[in-house]
């Protein structure tokens, strides 16, 4: 088990967006988060003390959590002498970054000699199966979105905290290194090979009670020709009964893809939902989650109301608002 509580290492993330693992944990386990580790040049800010590793230990810290998750996931050089450093002083390390841990020498050679764990929690634990596509029983909802990093993994979290408060039955189902750390638990998808992804999500969510919600973290995005394929696991593996569509309004393009453009709302859920209805001819779109993060309160207002007029289904930002009207959509089914 990683223990907790967590400094969680920015290092020299370039903006906010990068440092989203970090943000997840920040936001959805505040008390496993004692402070934030910030080299020279770091343009994230989680809004929580900045601290050194000494400052950390004094209060409490057990393990120095990589909070970056940055395109090909690699560690960089930079990094390292920090790492060593909170090795030798007796922090342990997780990150969910694909250049895994133990394949460092350095640090490998570090946590042996002090004793200390390297945990990287996108290594696969169990050898999963190629999917069947048999209908199990209890619901799935998965939220799909226009692009990578635009609020699908908050969306399944704050739908299954409102469903809790409500007393229904319901689960989270991480598939990412950020849901993993939050919950302790989850699938990551991405680091399964391709022919075993729809399968890994079957084994997830398994049958459950008919009125039991499971919650998939989404993942990447039908549009994004770098990470459809997670997306199109989960649609097939996950046989949702209801879909999210997950926005954000101020992207200019495609994350990381500076010559492509965001499909519409309307493009996402005439290309998404066919593709669903292939493993489970009941799904339905059920509502519309918005990440009016860059928004004012005005701005976001109007956002919401715009997009609702013209989709004609439920629109938050389940986050800023919370998710109580996808939530009843959801009863609705």
């Known amino acids: 088990m990683i223990q907790t509580p967590y400094l969680l290492f920015l290092g020299d993330a370039p903006d906010q967006l990068a440092a989203k693992v970090a ?5 959805w386990r505040p008390e496993n988060a004692v402070g934030q580790l910030r080299m020279e040049g770091c343009g994230a800010d989680l809004g929580i003390r900045d601290m050194s590793l000494e400052d950390a230990q004094a209060a409490g810290a057990k393990t120095l959590v990589i909070g970056v998750a940055n395109r090909g996931g690699y560690i960089s050089k930079a990094w390292k002498e920090v790492l060593v450093k909170a090795l030798q002083m007796g922090f342990d390390i997780a990150s969910g970054l694909h250049n895994l841990l133990r394949d460092e020498d350095e ?8 004793g200390r764990t390297l945990f990287d929690v996108r290594i696969p634990s169990v050898a999963y199966p190629i999917a069947n596509g048999v209908k199990r029983t209890g619901k799935r909802c998965l939220a799909i979105g226009t692009d990578c990093s635009v609020g699908k993994m908050y969306t ?13 039955k319901s689960t989270f189902r991480p598939t990412g290194q950020t849901g993993i750390l939050i919950t302790g638990g989850g699938v990551p998808l991405d680091a399964v090979i391709a022919d075993f992804m729809a399968g890994a999500v079957e084994y997830l969510t398994p049958d459950n009670d008919p009125d039991h919600w499971d919650h998939l973290e989404g993942q990447g995005s039908l549009f994004h020709v770098s990470y459809s394929g997670v997306t199109m696991a989960l649609i097939h593996g996950g046989q949702p009964d209801a879909l999210v569509l997950a926005h954000e309004p101020t992207r200019t393009h495609m994350r990381g893809l500076p010559d492509y453009a965001l499909p519409s709302l309307e493009d996402l859920r005439d290309t998404a939902l066919p593709m669903a209805r292939i493993a489970n001819p009941a799904c339905q779109v059920v509502g519309i989650s918005v990440n009016t993060q860059k928004l004012s309160d005005a701005e976001a207002a109007d956002c919401l109301a715009r997009i609702e007029d013209r989709m004609g289904l439920p629109t938050v930002d389940t986050f800023r608002y919370g998710a109580g009207r996808l939530v009843d959509a959801l009863q609705a089914i």
């Open 107 to 114: 640090l490998v050679a570090a946590a042996r000699v002090n």
């Open 156 to 168: 399944g979290l704050a739908m299954d905290a409102e469903m809790q408060r409500r007393g229904m």
């Open 23 to 27: 943000q997840g944990i920040k936001d």
